[in-house]
């Protein structure tokens, strides 16, 4: 038996996320699919990082097992004839049978973009946030290291979300300011709650507007409640850049 490590990336925008589900086309689904006509047998595909619906992938993380002695280089040239173009897979590895694309993950970097002015291109606007009128960066920038550090993170997580603690640790918040436009966020950590970073985004988006001020996301984190933070922000603009191993 073999395990296969496949890197991938993928646009999300006519995706209902990565994980199957029924009677909705996913990336893990179409991706499984893909596998399967290829080695010719049920497979148990795992993904690093379950992103949702509308979200964007440059380094997702997936394996797979298989008793099929097919090289890498036709498991990598098979599968992306297979599949569509919105998802292509970029390396392919050998690894040990015990690896766990999410549980031995040591960190994810995601990356959300927002565009800021009045006219964003038609090209762009499936991937990032359009912020119209006037915007406060430095408070943004301010505002994104109280997210640095263990923190409980309450106030951040979706209602729905399963995880057993809400506590996380954070080690990069911070901003990218582009010369074209494009304002940059970037957050990294061993792991996330479900709609984390898009919380985070939005929150830091009213501090950008000057709905409340940086100091206050001390508060927000004392409340643990999700009503003090701000909106969901909106999936396309979110990606998983890497996963760490």
């Not at 599968?79 to 690894?95: G, K, M, S, T």
């Not at 973009?113 to 406060?136: M, Q, V």
């Not at 830091?204 to 709905?211: A, H, N, S």
Request: hydrophobic share 40%.
């Amino acid at each position: 038996m073999r395990n296969i490590k496949l890197t991938l990336q993928y646009d999300g925008t006519n995706y209902h996320g990565w994980q199957v589900q029924p009677h909705a086309k996913t990336i893990q689904g179409v991706l499984k699919q893909a596998i399967e006509t290829l080695v010719n047998h049920k497979v148990k595909l795992i993904g690093a990082s379950r992103t949702d619906a509308g979200v964007h992938a440059l380094g997702q993380v997936a394996s797979f097992k298989t008793n099929k002695s097919h090289s890498l280089f036709v498991i990598k040239k098979g599968l992306n004839a297979l599949l569509p173009e919105d998802i292509r897979v970029f390396e392919v590895e050998e690894v040990g049978l015990s690896f766990h694309p999410r549980f031995n993950a040591m960190g994810k970097t995601y990356r959300y973009r927002f565009f800021i002015g009045n006219a964003l291109s038609p090209f762009e606007r499936l991937y990032c946030y359009h912020i119209k009128g006037k915007i406060d960066i430095d408070a943004m920038i301010k505002a994104a290291d109280y997210f640095i550090g263990e923190k409980d993170f309450s106030s951040f997580r979706a209602s729905l979300c399963g995880a057993k603690t809400p506590i996380r640790k954070v080690e990069v918040s911070k901003f990218n300011l582009l010369n074209n436009g494009f304002l940059e966020y970037i957050i990294n950590g061993r792991s996330f709650l479900h709609h984390m970073v898009r919380n985070i985004a939005g929150t830091l988006l009213l501090i950008g507007k000057g709905k409340i001020s940086p100091e206050y996301v001390e508060e927000i984190f004392k409340k643990k409640n999700r009503v003090y933070a701000g909106p969901t922000l909106d999936a396309k603009g979110l990606f998983l850049e890497r996963v760490y191993y």
